[in-house]
């Protein structure tokens, strides 16, 4: 009779986290302290910082792999945006952000992450969902530079209109506008530059 095998060692889980999150373009000054892994995975302290120091000393002794301007053909979404987006077909749906949608382990599950990841995915889908008042201008926003960006109409580096210009081509609220660019940058579609406005990618 074979035994069961053995589970993974909370180390192992702790450094695979953190290489979804590297692979998702977290600066290296946002990673999780020692302290926040021992919370995310209920595990002691010196165990998070084992976790963090072997993951740390693999990270330096391996290759630069990032792909060259013109090998890059396909640009891989880190597995928590395609989890917000999933809640936000869910919300379009009819589901509400208070009920109905899945838990953390359910999209844990369903995206193949880790449960920390799927966590920081509803969090962030949460705290976003507050959301504008006008939510059919905020959607409509949303497409409308997305389907430029699309077209060719809009390229990278071509600087977006204002929240304000926005709210007056969509007759709809700044904030709303502004909302709506929030959640561009948050896909990584825009990028923004403090003083300087807002681009496409």
Known sequence: MTSPPAPEP?????????????????PPDRLPTARQLAADHDCS?????????????????????????SSRTVEVVPVYQRIMRRLDELAASGHRASDGLPTASQLAQEFGCSLPTAKQAL??????????????MYRSI????????????????DRLPT???LARDYNCSP?????????????QIITGHQGRGTYVR
């Open 142 to 157: 949303i497409r409308g530079i997305e389907t430029q960006i699309a077209s060719g109409a809009l390229r990278p580096g």
């Open 45 to 69: 302290l010196p165990t998070a910082r084992l976790a963090l120091q072997r993951w740390k000393t693999r990270r330096r002794l391996q290759p630069d792999t990032t792909p060259t301007t």
């Open 123 to 136: 969090r962030r889908w949460r705290a976003r969902a507050t959301s504008p008042t006008d939510t059919s």
């Open 163 to 165: 929240p304000e210009q």
């Open 10 to 26: 909370l180390y192992r889980q702790i450094m695979r986290r953190l290489d979804e999150l590297a692979a998702s373009d977290q």
């Open 175 to 187: 904030a709303t506008a502004r909302q709506a660019i929030e959640r561009l940058q948050a896909d």
